[in-house]
């Protein structure tokens, strides 16, 4: 059977700091600029989760994109949007919420509710022009 890939889109908005709790203020400001605001900042996130398989014979389907819609929507938006990520999201208790690390939290989430047998990625547009993509390597 033909390999495919399907792509569900989501969003979130929200709020963090990228900082580390063991620099200054000035070392932060340095490294992270204005994003180590002390007040922090917010983006209105894109998501895309692409699931790459074989067309089951029975349904015809990759994967369920319904079911996707409501995994992503019960794992990610309802625990990221309008959040601190910093405050609000345990992952990122100890964790700088980087958009790389954001990303591969999002990834870690999803992928141990969906099947080894698909290749899992997620891609995190934290602005039209800013992006990272994590498919578990």
């Known amino acids: 059977m033909p390999r495919v890939t399907v792509h569900r889109k989501a969003h979130f908005n929200a709020a963090h700091r990228l900082y580390r709790k063991d620099w200054s203020d000035e070392k932060n400001f340095e490294v992270f600029n204005k994003c180590s605001n002390p007040n922090y900042h917010g983006h209105n ?70 099947s080894l047998s698909l290749d899992l990625e997620v891609r995190l547009y934290e602005t039209p022009r800013n992006f990272v993509t994590y498919s578990g390597n």
Do not use: C, M, Q
């Open 45 to 114: 996130y894109e998501l895309i989760v692409s699931l790459t398989g074989e067309i089951d014979k029975e349904t015809g389907y990759v994967y369920d994109l319904g079911k996707l819609k409501k995994l992503i929507k019960i794992e990610i938006e309802e625990v990221f949007d309008h959040k601190n990520l910093n405050l609000e999201v345990p992952e990122f208790k100890d964790l700088n919420p980087t958009a790389e690390n954001i990303v591969v939290v999002i990834y870690n989430k999803l992928r141990k509710h969906i």
